[in-house]
């Protein structure tokens, strides 16, 4: 029986853009600030950020708001005698785009990098190496529910994992995935699945890792 340890850690980073109606802006606050400090304007107490709302939001797949999420995962025991080590990135952004009426169409591309060592393939046979093994992409329509719950479906593709099969599948693969969350209080829970099926590629070398965070 192959025993696999594996350990999970997430980092999220949320990406700002500027753009013409705040370099607009620059000037007006240059002189609100030197009116502060004269006195003339009265400065009042800024809105104390929502730390929940934004961790709520950074745990929601198909969130209105751009992030960088990067998941790394180390698993040991692997291999026919469980004598190597595995180490996986994931790159998942996801960028989402206003569809109006409080609707959004969200793209979350996925990018896998592995890097194994001394796993054993067959006997007397071991394999250490990097490469990628899958690159995903998952899009979703996310509608306007007006509810603590939230879905959102829409289609799938995963490319080859452009190697020799040693970290993926060969084939590529096409279907669909969707999602269903709820926001309730301080939590976010829900379910997200995905059904891919082949059109393409060599079917018997390899085999597919489905990676997901």
Not at 94 to 117: H, K, Q, S
Request: charged share 10%.
């Amino acid at each position: 029986m192959n025993l696999t340890l594996k350990i999970t850690a997430t980092l999220a980073a949320v990406g700002v853009f500027a753009s013409p109606t705040f370099a607009q802006e620059i000037p007006a606050r240059a002189g609100m600030v030197a009116a502060e400090k004269s006195g003339a304007v009265t400065v009042s107490a800024k809105p104390a950020v929502d730390s929940v709302d934004i961790a709520k939001k950074l745990a929601n797949p198909i969130a209105n708001m751009i992030s960088v999420p990067l998941q790394y995962q180390f698993s040991r025991g692997v291999g026919l005698n469980q004598g190597g080590s595995e180490q996986t990135l994931l790159f998942q952004p996801v960028m989402p785009f206003n569809l109006g009426g409080g609707d959004t169409f969200i793209v979350r591309p996925i990018v896998a990098g592995v890097r194994e060592t001394s796993v054993q393939t067959a006997p007397g046979q071991s394999f250490s190496g990097y490469g990628i093994a899958s690159v995903t992409l998952e899009s979703f329509y996310a509608p306007n529910t007006n509810s603590s719950w939230i879905w959102g479906i829409g289609p799938y593709a995963q490319s080859p994992s452009g190697n020799s099969g040693k970290f993926g599948s060969q084939q590529t693969g096409a279907g669909v995935t969707a999602v269903v969350l709820n926001r309730e209080g301080p939590w976010t829970y829900g379910l997200l699945g995905y059904q891919s099926w082949n059109v393409g590629g060599n079917p018997t070398f390899g085999t597919q890792n489905n990676l997901y965070g």
